[in-house]
């Protein structure tokens, strides 16, 4: 590891489809981020057990854990990481940000989310814990 | 003195601790434990006059394993009374239901295709997006059409891009049109036009 990438800020990005990892992946690395992928829940929990994330951005609808129940994982006392989280899913039903927050993520936006504004949060989010992109 | 082996009492419907009998289980869905819940409905495998019990137990359970376990079982049968009855959970609230009876209905390759025609016709486009992951993974020689026929025509941006990663895996150079039609019909979608570019390089080699 270089020592850019050693001081740039650190993403998970969890999803199932990999398109849409690829996807965020590209804008985020684009945008001065080191990323890595996780392609489910569980995934994404034992990731975040070895490596300290400073920024988690998951999906909703994913085979083996669903990720209401990652968020919920990573803030349990088991991985208990203090990374903000942006949850991303197609699903804009009443309440479905609401299960978001109560699992513990700090932000619930609905697919498609513009490549700037995603970027542009994910940079405010880090920033707020000391790692600008 | 010689040993007497004891005759142990047998009455017909006695039930060995192995092997207990569907009634039984059918009431332990209903345990407050969820490993005894678990336990049952996977015991219940096979058992037709289960079917019932394991749909409503499906419908109220709120810990994953028990849930996945009912699934699992309801599966097992592939008819269409049971794709019938857990597609309703497509639209359901809960996420970690609707995303369990997606991968379910993926396993039924004889029940769940005759359901196909009226998800694709869902009015709520997340159900469509459900039925794109249903289909990714479901074993049947239409499913690879349904896709195409909802990359065509489906009018929601996130449905198209569902079908579309579905189909990447299996998709051939000849659905190259099709991809690049998607683009055009939602032409201020920037992640639907990553997503085509990204699948129509691999397709015709030039990644």
């Given at each position: 590891?270089?020592?850019?990438?050693?001081?740039?800020?650190?993403?998970?990005?969890?999803?199932?489809a990999?398109?849409?990892?690829?996807?965020?992946?590209?804008l985020?690395?684009?945008?001065?981020?080191?990323?890595?992928?996780?392609a489910?829940?569980?995934?994404?929990?034992?990731?975040?057990?070895?490596?300290?994330?400073?920024?988690?951005?998951?999906?909703?609808?994913?085979?083996?854990?669903?990720?209401?129940?990652?968020?919920?994982?990573?803030?349990?006392?088991?991985?208990?990481?203090?990374?903000?989280?942006?949850?991303?899913?197609?699903?804009?039903?009443?309440?479905?940000?609401?299960?978001?927050?109560?699992?513990?993520?700090?932000?619930?936006?609905?697919?498609?989310?513009?490549?700037?504004?995603?970027?542009?949060?994910?940079?405010?989010?880090?920033?707020?814990?000391?790692?600008?992109? | 003195?010689?040993?007497?082996?004891?005759?142990?009492?047998?009455?017909?419907?006695?039930?060995?601790?192995?092997?207990?009998?569907?009634?039984?289980?059918?009431?332990?869905?209903?345990?407050?434990?969820?490993?005894v819940?678990?336990?049952?409905?996977?015991?219940?495998?096979?058992?037709?006059?289960?079917?019932?019990?394991?749909?409503?137990?499906?419908?109220?359970?709120?810990?994953?394993?028990?849930?996945?376990?009912?699934?699992?079982?309801?599966?097992?049968?592939?008819?269409?009374?049971?794709?019938?009855?857990?597609?309703?959970?497509?639209?359901?609230?809960?996420?970690?239901?609707?995303?369990?009876?997606?991968?379910?209905?993926?396993?039924?390759?004889?029940s769940?295709?005759?359901?196909?025609?009226?998800?694709?016709?869902?009015?709520?486009?997340?159900?469509?997006?459900?039925?794109?992951?249903v289909?990714?993974?479901?074993?049947?020689?239409?499913?690879?059409?349904?896709?195409?026929r909802?990359?065509?025509?489906?009018?929601?941006p996130?449905?198209?891009?569902?079908?579309?990663?579905?189909?990447?895996?299996?998709?051939?150079?000849?659905?190259?049109?099709?991809?690049?039609?998607?683009?055009?019909?939602?032409?201020?979608?920037?992640?639907?036009?990553?997503?085509?570019?990204?699948?129509?390089?691999?397709?015709?080699g030039?990644?």
């Amino acid at each position: 590891m270089t020592s850019d990438t050693a001081t740039r800020p650190r993403v998970l990005v969890v999803d199932d489809a990999a398109t849409v990892r690829m996807y965020h992946t590209s804008l985020l690395a684009e945008g001065g981020f080191q990323v890595d992928e996780a392609a489910n829940g569980l995934e994404a929990v034992e990731a975040a057990m070895t490596t300290a994330y400073d920024l988690f951005v998951v999906d909703v609808n994913m085979p083996k854990m669903n990720g209401y129940a990652c968020v919920e994982a990573l803030r349990s006392a088991t991985v208990g990481t203090p990374a903000p989280v942006v949850m991303i899913s197609t699903e804009d039903r009443p309440g479905d940000a609401d299960l978001a927050y109560r699992a513990g993520a700090n932000l619930y936006l609905v697919k498609p989310v513009a490549g700037d504004r995603l970027v542009r949060i994910a940079g405010m989010l880090t920033a707020q814990r000391g790692v600008p992109a | 003195m010689g040993l007497v082996r004891k005759q142990a009492p047998q009455a017909p419907e006695e039930v060995s601790p192995e092997q207990p009998a569907a009634e039984a289980l059918m009431r332990q869905l209903d345990d407050p434990d969820p490993e005894v819940r678990r336990e049952a409905a996977l015991a219940l495998d096979g058992v037709t006059e289960a079917v019932h019990a394991l749909l409503i137990r499906a419908t109220v359970e709120t810990e994953p394993r028990v849930r996945d376990a009912v699934l699992t079982t309801l599966a097992v049968h592939d008819t269409e009374e049971v794709a019938g009855a857990l597609a309703v959970h497509l639209a359901s609230d809960d996420p970690g239901l609707r995303t369990a009876v997606a991968e379910a209905l993926a396993t039924m390759p004889r029940s769940t295709p005759s359901l196909i025609p009226d998800l694709l016709a869902a009015p709520d486009h997340d159900i469509r997006v459900m039925t794109a992951m249903v289909l990714a993974d479901l074993p049947h020689p239409e499913a690879k059409t349904w896709l195409v026929r909802m990359i065509a025509e489906d009018s929601h941006p996130n449905v198209v891009t569902a079908a579309i990663d579905a189909l990447l895996p299996v998709a051939t150079s000849e659905h190259a049109d099709v991809l690049e039609e998607a683009v055009h019909r939602f032409p201020g979608d920037p992640f639907l036009r990553f997503t085509v570019q990204t699948a129509v390089s691999r397709l015709v080699g030039t990644a």
